[in-house]
């Protein structure tokens, strides 16, 4: 590799940290705001916040590097060309197509960080957050100790708590349970404390009243208690862990075990093979943006004003590729045999690369020398 190579490549690597540090920040602040208030409001500590956050980092890494790789091609190759630099380089013989070696090595790099969390850090990632969200949708202790709120648990249960002190009473505590539509039970208590035994989670009531509504006679009973025990551990039914999604699969078993995966937790065969094949069409495509961001602006020429009718090119191609991509996943979702469309866009961005060096490569004869056929030699 050449010094101008390595510099290039310099550059290219600094934009990519600096524009993928940049959309991940940006797209981070704008899901935090939801999943803090979700996190927060179902009785959970920051800590779980930073976990939930940490989790979701590959997926929203995955999500942007494509656009953080085009935009650092894009942005050093025009930074090149308006200090002449790349002119330079032209001038002294060196191709759009020895130009372009440096980039196509940084789509390698940034293709094998892709691998690495396509194919490994994400699934792993998504797996561990569906096992914590089904751990925190199943601490009911969590979810009621929450002061002035109505809280609901689970599907017909009601809980309100006016007030919570340092020592864990809770004051003006009410519940209503209406799981059994004939028969209601409301409960309401100046003091109540939770008891975490081998029994189980009991919500334990002191000096308060039990309504019964018995539906079928059409009346209403009363009792008034010293002390009495609610049962909420059964509240916890809500933890069983749902069937994993698509995207919490490792790579490995839907290579080997589809059919059992099928089987097993009913998701048809175009899914998985759609699944599997993406995760690896997002190495093609950092190499394709990085190809066509750098081609795409070497059609134009030296100008002070910079190359942005190339750039607004360039971008309408990433905004094609992206469309395509949208395109051919339920084309193979319904036929798996057509798995192969996955990789199109990729394909046809490092087509349309070629093409453009290939332009770029044989330039035509200026229309201002064909009109002034003596301007070469007077210069």
């Known amino acids: 590799m050449s010094r101008f190579d390595g510099y290039f490549l310099r550059q290219l690597l600094i934009l990519f940290g600096f524009f993928t540090l940049v959309l991940v920040g940006v797209f981070w602040i704008t899901r935090s705001v939801s999943l803090f208030d979700r996190v927060i409001s179902g009785g959970q500590s920051a800590m779980v916040f930073l976990e939930f956050t940490a989790l979701t980092l590959p997926t929203l890494i995955r999500t942007v590097m494509p656009m953080a790789v085009f935009a650092a091609a894009v942005y050093a190759t025009n930074r090149l060309s308006r200090e002449s630099e790349m002119t330079v380089m032209l001038a002294t013989g060196s191709s759009p197509w020895r130009l372009a070696r440096a980039v196509v090595l940084f789509g390698l790099v940034a293709g094998l960080m892709m691998a690495v969390i396509s194919v490994f850090l994400r699934p792993a990632s998504v797996e561990q957050l569906e096992q914590r969200q089904a751990e ?75 309504l019964r509504l018995d539906q079928q006679g059409l009346t209403l009973s009363s009792t008034l208690f010293e002390d009495a025990s609610y049962d909420i551990s059964q509240l916890t039914n809500t933890n069983n862990m749902a069937k994993r999604s698509l995207e919490a699969i490792p790579t490995i078993e839907l290579m080997r075990d589809r059919d059992a995966i099928s089987a097993s937790e009913e998701f048809t065969k175009g899914e998985l093979i759609d699944e599997l094949h993406q995760r690896f069409s997002w190495i093609a495509i950092c190499v394709a943006v990085a190809m066509a961001g750098y081609a795409t602006l070497m059609l134009g020429s030296f100008s002070r004003f910079g190359l942005w009718p190339q750039i607004l090119g360039a971008f309408t191609i990433l905004v094609l590729l992206e469309g395509v991509r949208g395109f051919v996943s339920p084309v193979v979702i319904e036929d798996p045999n057509m798995w192969g469309l996955l990789y199109l866009p990729a394909i046809i961005g490092i087509a349309i690369s070629c093409l453009f060096l290939l332009i770029a490569g044989r330039p035509l004869v200026r229309r201002r020398y064909r009109e002034a056929p003596g301007a070469l030699t007077r210069a």
């Not at 969590?142 to 309100?160: D, I, K, R, S």
């Not at 809770?170 to 209601?184: C, Q």
């Open 136 to 210: 925190v949708a199943g601490d009911v202790t969590a979810q009621l100790l929450n002061e002035g709120e109505f809280l609901h648990p689970t599907y017909g249960v009601t809980v309100y708590i006016g007030e919570i002190d340092l020592d864990g009473t809770l004051s003006e505590v009410f519940v209503s349970d209406r799981r059994d539509p004939v028969n209601p039970v409301s409960y309401s208590s100046k003091t109540a404390y939770l008891v975490n035994n081998d029994t189980g989670i009991h919500l334990v009531m002191l000096d308060g009243i039990a």
